[in-house]
Each structure stands twice: as C-alpha cells, then as structure tokens.
C-alpha cells in the first residue's frame, strides 16, 4: 500500500521469517554459530534460549534450511512438540524423518535406532531440531535424553537442537541427566539501539531502499544506515524506547508507523506521528514492551 511513497518495492517490516530479511546482530551469529558447531561436531544436545520475538526462530529456519542442503546431515524440524505421552512424542519425531512408526514405544524406539545407525553407516549425521521447547512435557525431556545416548564408543548418531523461550529453564529443575547433556548453549538478547538502526537499514534495502551510511555514533563502531530520508533520528530514538530492541515488536511498531507517515503524507516520518500511533497500538497491547513478560 504505502511502498511507492517510500521508494520501496516490497513491504520491509512483515514478520514472516524470510531469510533474506533476518538481521543478523552478534548476538544472533554468536548463538546461530554454536548451534552450528553443536551439530558440526555431533555434540548431542545443545540449547538456544530467549525472549519472545527476539529472532529464535528465524535462526531456526536458517539452519534447518541450510543443514537441509547438505548431503552430510540428515534433519528432522518440529515447529512445535507439546506431546505429553512419551509414544506421541517419540511418533513426532519418527515423523520427522519419513520413518514408519507403530504404536509401541520399545518397538519405535528400536526402529528409530536402527534408521539413525544406518544413517550413520551411510556417513551422515542426524540433526532434530525442536521449536517452541519450552512447549515440551517434561516426561518427554527424559526421552530425549534417552535419544542422546543412541551413538558408537566414539560418535553420537544425533544432534538435538532445542530452541525454546527464557521460561524453559524452569522445566530444567530437577533435571540433571538432562541438563547434564547440554553442549552448547546460546541466549539471544534484544537488539541494542546500534543493532536496530542496523535491522531497520537492512529490511529497507532488501525492500528496494537506497539507504545510504552515516558515520557511528562512536569512535572505532562501524558506520550505521543513514535512515533519515525516512525517520527522523528523534523518531527512531522514541521507537527504541517502546520496542527496546525486541526485533518482532519493532517490525510491527514500524508497519503501523509506516503506514500512518504515508496517509499523513509525512516522510521523513516525525517523532509526534510516533505518539499518535502508540496510542491507536496500545488498545490491545502493552507498550512499551516487557521483554520478560513471557517467564
């Protein structure tokens, strides 16, 4: 609707995990490239915790997007697993993979055995990534540590990728053989104001956006995207303040901010248009943000 008014040709700000959109702050590479690692090395288990909207699950279709094209790995993805028996749950995951499964739990977990052996004869790596972890029964944390004891004297046979909001640490209590088994852990915190201005540049470009750069807001950083053909630096200061960094409320902040700076036919859009929308957003939602709202 409002992209020929911004020189865009797509809309920048939907939230849909799209590759080409997804920002990638240190904080994501470092908590992308341990889950990396973790699945490189055959490692077992490995976690990726954060709040809600923070990029957990676009860094979830990422990997499995990319695991997907290589011939050494075998990957099963699970949007969600919030199965409480344990035959349900192992059925999902046996699911997953295209393997064939009965009713029976020992007998399921004996075929899963021999297809992720086979698997590994083959010389690939079996890689289970789970969404939404916080989601799974905690009865079904001990099948999956169960899983993670399927390998040789030297190799596991699977890697599992559990990614899973802050509040999935309360099911870990009590769980030592679980937490015990924990390779690799990453945390994605909410974006700092540097890597927002970075975000917003970046979603305008892929959107067709000549954004030029401007020099860092400190000595040695390196330079951010010049967003004032399109938000005045004030209104991006006060869209920090109400989204604080979290990148799927700052999408959604924007769209509605966008949209109202094109049918008030004000570009670069000014902080007042900011109050104006927050007032309209804030009748069925609590604004400023509460990263931890969630726990």
Same mark, same amino acid.
């Given at each position: ?18 590759? !080409? ?12 490239? !341990? ?11 490995? +976690? ?28 099963? @993805? ?25 009713? &029976? ?5 004996? +075929?899963?055995? !021999? ?13 289970? +990534?789970?969404?939404?972890? *916080? ?8 099948? %999956?540590?169960?899983?993670? &004891?399927? *390998?040789? =004297? ?5 890697? $599992? $990728? $559990?990614?899973? *909001?802050?509040?999935? =640490? ?26 927002? $201005? ?5 979603? %305008? ?6 954004? /030029? ?11 951010? /995207?010049? %967003? ?33 700076? @094109? ?28 990263? &931890?709202?969630?726990?």
């Amino acid at each position: 609707m409002y992209e020929a008014f911004y020189g865009l040709k797509e809309l920048p700000f939907h939230v849909m995990p799209d590759p !080409r959109f997804a920002f990638r702050s240190l904080s994501h590479r470092l908590a992308e490239g !341990r889950m990396r690692f973790a699945a490189d090395h055959r490692a077992g288990l490995a +976690v990726l915790t954060g709040p809600v909207g923070c990029g957990k699950t676009t860094i979830a279709n990422l990997l499995v997007a990319d695991w997907g094209d290589d011939p050494t790995k075998a990957v099963a @993805y699970l949007p969600t697993a919030d199965d409480r028996g344990r035959s349900a749950f192992l059925r999902r995951i046996m699911d997953g993979y295209g393997v064939p499964a009965s009713r &029976n739990y020992a007998d399921n977990r004996h +075929v899963l055995e !021999r297809f992720l052996l086979d698997l590994h004869r083959e010389g690939k790596h079996a890689v289970l +990534v789970i969404d939404e972890g *916080q989601k799974i029964h905690p009865d079904n944390l001990d099948t %999956l540590v169960d899983l993670t &004891n399927f *390998q040789t =004297a030297t190799e596991k046979f699977l890697t $599992i $990728i $559990i990614i899973a *909001q802050d509040n999935f =640490a309360n099911k870990l209590r009590m769980k030592d053989a679980f937490t015990s088994r924990i390779a690799f852990a990453g945390h994605l915190d909410p974006l700092s104001f540097e890597d927002t $201005i970075g975000m917003i540049g970046h979603r %305008l470009r892929v959107a067709g956006a000549d954004v /030029p750069e401007r020099p860092p807001l400190r000595p040695g950083e390196d330079p951010l /995207p010049d %967003l004032r053909a399109f938000l005045e630096d004030e209104t991006v200061v006060e869209v920090y303040k109400i989204t604080r960094g979290v990148p799927r409320d700052t999408c959604i902040f924007l769209s509605a901010l966008f949209l109202d700076g @094109y049918v008030a036919d004000q570009k670069p859009i000014p902080p007042a248009l900011v109050q104006s929308t927050l007032n309209d957003m804030a009748r069925l939602k609590k604004w400023p943000v509460r990263v &931890n709202e969630e726990k």
